[in-house]
Nanobody, 124 residues
Framework: QVQLVESGGGLVQAGGSLRLSCTASGRTLSSVTMGWFRQSPGKERDFVAVISRSGDTTVYAEPVKGRFTISRDNVKNTVYLQMNSLKPEDTAVYYC?????????????????WGQGTQVTVSS
């Protein structure tokens, strides 16, 4: 089992930045592949980014490429999502998720463990 807790959400103006954190417990972070997803009201949960166990490979969704950066610190058991140049359409609840296996997958059903989510609101 892996327990995940997100933090760092909040209200920011368009063009601003936020850094989300996701701290894991129950297992060492290096044993799972980690991803970030987001969900807006009335919409499906969308893939944002995923990072390999070692942190040397990342994949991003097209809408966030060049603006968001996923990283991990396996010593601190924490994954981060640095979000720059935020837009109102980035407003959502952001979830971190962990999956067994090494594949860097985008589909939410592939993930085994989820955090409770943190709200990010970008005002125009």
């Amino acid at each position: 089992q892996v327990q995940l807790v997100e933090s760092g959400g909040g209200l920011v103006q368009a063009g601003g930045s936020l850094r989300l954190s996701c701290t894991a417990s129950g297992r060492t972070l290096s044993s799972v592949t980690m991803g970030w997803f987001r969900q807006s009201p009335g919409k499906e949960r969308d893939f944002v980014a995923v990072i390999s166990r070692s942190g040397d490979t990342t994949v991003y969704a097209e809408p966030v490429k060049g603006r968001f950066t996923i990283s991990r610190d396996n010593v601190k058991n924490t994954v981060y999502l640095q979000m720059n140049s935020l837009k109102p359409e980035d407003t959502a609840v952001y979830y971190c998720a962990a999956k067994e296996g090494f594949a860097l997958l985008k589909g939410s059903p592939n993930y085994d463990y989820w955090g409770q989510g943190t709200q990010v609101t970008v005002s125009s």
